[in-house]
T-cell receptor, first 112, second 113 residues
Framework: AQSVAQPEDQVNVAEGNPLTVKCTYS??????LFWYVQYPNRGLQFLLK??????LVKGSYGFEAEFNKSQTSFHLKKPSALVSDSALYFCAVIPYGQNFVFGPGTRLSVLP | DAGVIQSPRHEVTEMGQEVTLRCKPISGHDYLFWYRQTMMRGLELLIYFNNNVPIDDSGMPEDRFSAKMPNASFSTLKIQPSEPRDSAVYFC???????????FGPGTRLTVT
């Protein structure tokens, strides 16, 4: 079965420190991979995607993600966290010929 | 473009009443999706349309739920009769094509008492 795992329900990081939000997937073929962010009382916002090519992709608000095929991972990273980055983050995958499979979400709290 | 538009933003209704949620996708997007988000179950895909045609409604919880897309710029999700367990945030999203990023509306927070 196609699935996306976000092993951490909650990630806490101090402002100015680097952050990582983890995502692993289990799908057949070469999937498309996405990250979304949800701020309180808002819809999900697209951050970045990996389709093919360079394993490191850059997205909005200084975020980037690294695709690792051997580890089937697509971790979200940012070199220096801001308090305003505090939100709910979703990893998603599109298996070939199908629609989005979203992970359960990881709540990021950036502490001042 | 104004993005995906949903109305109402909040809906409070009594058990047994009919509820209609509305969505206007981004112009030119061929795919439209309805999701439900709860603390317990996370984000669930209810149904999606391609060029106004329902493609997969396997996520619709039961016959009380129905969705239509009469034209490329409008879709509705109807719950009749509503029950307290339907309380959730309902999102509409649209995408240009299959396999491309989806753009979400602000959601409708539904409370059924």
């Amino acid at each position: 079965a196609q699935s996306v795992a976000q092993p951490e329900d909650q990630v806490n990081v101090a402002e100015g420190n680097p952050l990582t939000v983890k995502c692993t997937y289990s799908v057949s073929g070469n999937p498309y991979l996405f990250w979304y962010v949800q701020y309180p009382n808002r819809g999900l916002q697209f951050l970045l995607k990996y389709i093919t090519g360079d394993n490191l992709v850059k997205g909005s608000y200084g975020f980037e993600a690294e695709f690792n095929k051997s580890q089937t991972s697509f971790h979200l990273k940012k070199p220096s966290a801001l308090v305003s980055d505090s939100a709910l983050y979703f990893c998603a995958v599109i298996p070939y010929g199908q629609n989005f499979v979203f992970g359960p979400g990881t709540r990021l709290s950036v502490l001042p | 473009d104004a993005g995906v538009i949903q109305s109402p933003r909040h809906e409070v209704t009594e058990m047994g009443q009919e509820v209609t949620l509305r969505c206007k996708p981004i112009s030119g997007h061929d795919y439209l999706f309805w999701y439900r988000q709860t603390m317990m179950r996370g984000l669930e895909l209810l149904i999606y349309f391609n060029n106004n045609v329902p493609i997969d409604d396997s996520g619709m919880p039961e016959d009380r739920f129905s969705a239509k897309m009469p034209n490329a710029s409008f879709s509705t999700l109807k719950i009749q009769p509503s029950e307290p367990r339907d309380s959730a945030v309902y999102f509409c999203a649209s995408s240009l094509a299959q396999g491309t990023e989806q753009y979400f509306g602000p959601g409708t927070r539904l409370t059924v008492t």
